[in-house]
């Protein structure tokens, strides 16, 4: 296939040109989670508790202008707004599986999940630690 150019940016495949409008950290799970119904920021925001608020912002706003969710805004307050995934949007779920599935599958032969406890054996543990209060004596 020859390559292309779409808003600016140059193409070489069509897998690559599908990965700019679905991929990166984020794109693939707010998608994901919007699959079975219609979600309002906050809700899809307590479900990505690693991502913040800018990151969800832009990412929604990427793929409402790529056209795979609309967004809703109701006029009043506070603000409530609503995102959708488009019949486009849809249309990505289906590879959102075959990915997740192939993942697991790599996790499994990797030996970083084990099906039958649900846990990440070779994945160390994060313990959060409090910070030690700077001490203010001289």
């Known amino acids: 296939m020859p390559e292309f150019k779409f808003k600016g940016?140059?193409?070489y495949n069509p897998?690559?040109?599908v990965l700019d409008w679905i991929g990166g950290a984020w794109k693939m799970p707010i998608l994901w989670r919007l699959r079975e119904r219609t979600l309002r920021y906050?809700?899809?925001k307590k479900t990505l508790s690693h991502i913040s608020d800018k990151m969800l912002a832009q990412s929604l706003r990427e793929l409402e202008e790529n056209g795979l969710v609309?967004?809703?805004v109701y006029a009043v307050v506070p603000p409530k707004t609503e995102y959708t995934l488009t019949e486009l949007g849809?249309?990505?779920i289906p590879i959102i599986v075959s990915l997740r599935e192939l993942g697991i599958t790599l996790m499994k032969t990797s030996g970083v999940y084990n099906e039958d406890t649900q846990v990440f054996p070779n994945l160390p543990v994060v313990k959060k630690v409090k910070k030690a209060k700077a001490s203010t004596s001289r």
Do not use: G, H, Q
Request: proline fraction near 0%; hydrophobic fraction near 25%; glycine fraction near 0%.
């Open 70 to 72: 609309t967004r809703k």
């Open 9 to 11: 940016k140059l193409y």
């Open 15 to 17: 897998v690559e040109f």
């Open 90 to 92: 849809r249309k990505t």
């Open 42 to 44: 906050s809700e899809i």
